[in-house]
């Protein structure tokens, strides 16, 4: 069974900074797109980043470039996002996803709450 599980996630004050993990098993991990969605309450899901199956390829929605960074380790199966500078507005559930084809997996989330 597909496994993609995020951790990372907490309360932090605004301009302050987390990193997100995404640990995945069971698929081919090299092949696949890796995304970092988030879903803010009462919003509907939105593409955060995404960083092809190299690494070398990555892109950021407008609204978080220059704050974060996604990458991955192939070696080690795990997709990262390093968020800096953060905003209340930056406040949601973020998921990772994978992505190949027409296959694609999600996790089960992590909270992401920035407030003072």
């Known amino acids: 069974q597909v496994q993609l599980v995020e951790s990372g996630g907490g309360l932090v004050q605004p301009g302050g900074s987390l990193r997100l993990s995404c640990a995945a098993s069971r698929f081919t991990f090299t092949s696949y797109v890796m995304s970092w969605y988030r879903q803010p309450p009462g919003k509907e899901r939105e593409l955060v980043a995404l960083?092809?199956?190299?690494?070398?390829?990555?892109k950021y929605v407008d609204s978080v470039k220059g704050r974060f960074t996604i990458s991955r380790d192939n070696a080690k199966r795990t997709v990262y996002l390093q968020m800096n500078s953060l905003k209340p507005e930056d406040t949601a559930v973020y998921y990772c996803?994978?992505?190949?084809?027409?296959?694609?997996?999600w996790g089960q989330g992590t909270q992401v709450t920035v407030s003072s």
């Open positions: 996803n994978a992505r190949w084809e027409s296959r694609t997996y």
């Open positions: 960083i092809g199956s190299l690494g070398v390829t990555t």
